[in-house]
Nanobody, 123 residues
Protein backbone atom coordinates (compact mmCIF):
# COMPACT_ATOMS: atom_id res chain seq x y z
CA UNK A 1 0.00 0.00 0.00
CA UNK A 2 1.31 3.44 -0.90
CA UNK A 3 0.22 6.62 0.81
CA UNK A 4 0.21 10.01 -0.86
CA UNK A 5 -0.28 13.04 1.36
CA UNK A 6 -1.10 16.57 0.28
CA UNK A 7 -1.66 19.90 1.99
CA UNK A 8 0.58 21.64 4.46
CA UNK A 9 3.05 24.36 3.58
CA UNK A 10 3.38 27.75 5.25
CA UNK A 11 0.35 28.84 7.23
CA UNK A 12 -0.23 31.84 9.48
CA UNK A 13 -1.15 31.34 13.13
CA UNK A 14 -4.88 30.86 13.41
CA UNK A 15 -5.07 29.37 9.94
CA UNK A 16 -7.20 26.38 8.92
CA UNK A 17 -5.54 24.14 6.36
CA UNK A 18 -6.55 20.60 5.55
CA UNK A 19 -4.28 17.64 4.99
CA UNK A 20 -5.34 14.76 2.80
CA UNK A 21 -3.88 11.31 2.34
CA UNK A 22 -4.87 8.69 -0.22
CA UNK A 23 -3.95 5.03 0.07
CA UNK A 24 -3.47 2.94 -3.04
CA UNK A 25 -2.63 -0.68 -3.60
CA UNK A 26 -4.20 -4.07 -3.25
CA UNK A 27 -4.06 -7.21 -1.21
CA UNK A 28 -4.82 -5.53 2.10
CA UNK A 29 -7.75 -4.17 3.98
CA UNK A 30 -7.36 -0.85 5.72
CA UNK A 31 -8.52 -0.99 9.31
CA UNK A 32 -7.63 2.58 10.20
CA UNK A 33 -5.77 5.67 9.07
CA UNK A 34 -4.23 8.59 10.85
CA UNK A 35 -1.58 11.22 11.23
CA UNK A 36 1.55 11.51 13.29
CA UNK A 37 3.90 14.46 13.37
CA UNK A 38 7.50 15.13 14.22
CA UNK A 39 8.80 18.54 15.20
CA UNK A 40 12.53 19.35 15.06
CA UNK A 41 14.35 17.75 17.96
CA UNK A 42 11.27 15.88 19.14
CA UNK A 43 9.95 12.36 18.82
CA UNK A 44 7.22 11.47 16.39
CA UNK A 45 3.83 11.66 18.09
CA UNK A 46 0.27 10.73 17.34
CA UNK A 47 -1.92 13.60 16.15
CA UNK A 48 -5.16 11.84 15.32
CA UNK A 49 -6.46 8.52 14.07
CA UNK A 50 -9.71 7.21 12.69
CA UNK A 51 -10.80 3.60 12.53
CA UNK A 52 -12.77 2.16 9.64
CA UNK A 53 -15.69 2.02 12.07
CA UNK A 54 -15.51 5.80 12.44
CA UNK A 55 -14.14 5.94 15.95
CA UNK A 56 -11.47 8.59 16.44
CA UNK A 57 -8.57 9.34 18.74
CA UNK A 58 -6.76 12.66 19.24
CA UNK A 59 -3.69 13.94 20.99
CA UNK A 60 -4.64 16.23 23.88
CA UNK A 61 -2.74 19.08 22.24
CA UNK A 62 -5.06 19.13 19.22
CA UNK A 63 -8.43 18.23 20.74
CA UNK A 64 -11.01 20.83 19.87
CA UNK A 65 -8.86 22.25 17.06
CA UNK A 66 -8.26 19.34 14.68
CA UNK A 67 -10.83 17.02 13.15
CA UNK A 68 -9.96 13.75 11.44
CA UNK A 69 -12.31 12.04 9.04
CA UNK A 70 -12.09 9.16 6.65
CA UNK A 71 -13.71 8.19 3.38
CA UNK A 72 -13.63 4.40 3.29
CA UNK A 73 -14.76 4.21 -0.33
CA UNK A 74 -11.85 6.40 -1.42
CA UNK A 75 -9.28 5.05 1.07
CA UNK A 76 -8.68 8.63 2.05
CA UNK A 77 -8.16 10.36 5.38
CA UNK A 78 -8.47 14.07 6.03
CA UNK A 79 -7.15 16.22 8.85
CA UNK A 80 -8.92 19.53 9.19
CA UNK A 81 -6.76 21.79 11.31
CA UNK A 82 -8.16 24.96 12.86
CA UNK A 83 -6.64 27.69 15.00
CA UNK A 84 -3.10 26.64 14.20
CA UNK A 85 -0.32 27.53 16.61
CA UNK A 86 3.44 27.82 16.01
CA UNK A 87 3.90 24.66 18.08
CA UNK A 88 1.95 22.75 15.42
CA UNK A 89 4.93 23.19 13.11
CA UNK A 90 6.18 19.73 12.17
CA UNK A 91 6.44 17.17 9.44
CA UNK A 92 3.10 15.41 9.29
CA UNK A 93 3.09 11.73 8.38
CA UNK A 94 0.06 9.85 7.15
CA UNK A 95 -0.32 6.22 8.16
CA UNK A 96 -2.57 3.30 7.36
CA UNK A 97 -3.09 0.21 9.48
CA UNK A 98 -3.46 -2.82 7.25
CA UNK A 99 -4.71 -6.36 7.55
CA UNK A 100 -4.61 -9.30 5.20
CA UNK A 101 -5.48 -12.96 5.48
CA UNK A 102 -2.62 -15.27 4.55
CA UNK A 103 -3.10 -18.49 2.61
CA UNK A 104 -2.81 -20.31 5.92
CA UNK A 105 -5.83 -18.41 7.20
CA UNK A 106 -3.78 -16.39 9.65
CA UNK A 107 -4.25 -12.64 9.93
CA UNK A 108 -1.30 -10.41 9.21
CA UNK A 109 -1.30 -6.80 10.40
CA UNK A 110 1.09 -4.08 9.39
CA UNK A 111 1.41 -0.30 9.17
CA UNK A 112 2.29 1.75 6.13
CA UNK A 113 3.64 5.31 6.27
CA UNK A 114 3.46 8.18 3.84
CA UNK A 115 6.43 10.33 2.91
CA UNK A 116 5.59 13.23 5.22
CA UNK A 117 4.47 16.75 4.49
CA UNK A 118 5.91 19.87 6.11
CA UNK A 119 3.58 22.24 7.91
CA UNK A 120 5.07 25.50 9.14
CA UNK A 121 2.99 27.86 11.25
CA UNK A 122 4.51 31.30 11.19
CA UNK A 123 3.59 34.89 10.54
Amino acid sequence: VQLQASGGGLVQPGGSPRLSCVASGSGFSITGMGWHRQAPGKQRELVAAVMRTGSTNYADSVKGRFTISGDNAKNTVYLQMNNLKPEDTAVYYCLADLMRIKDSGEYEVSRSWGQGTQLTVSS
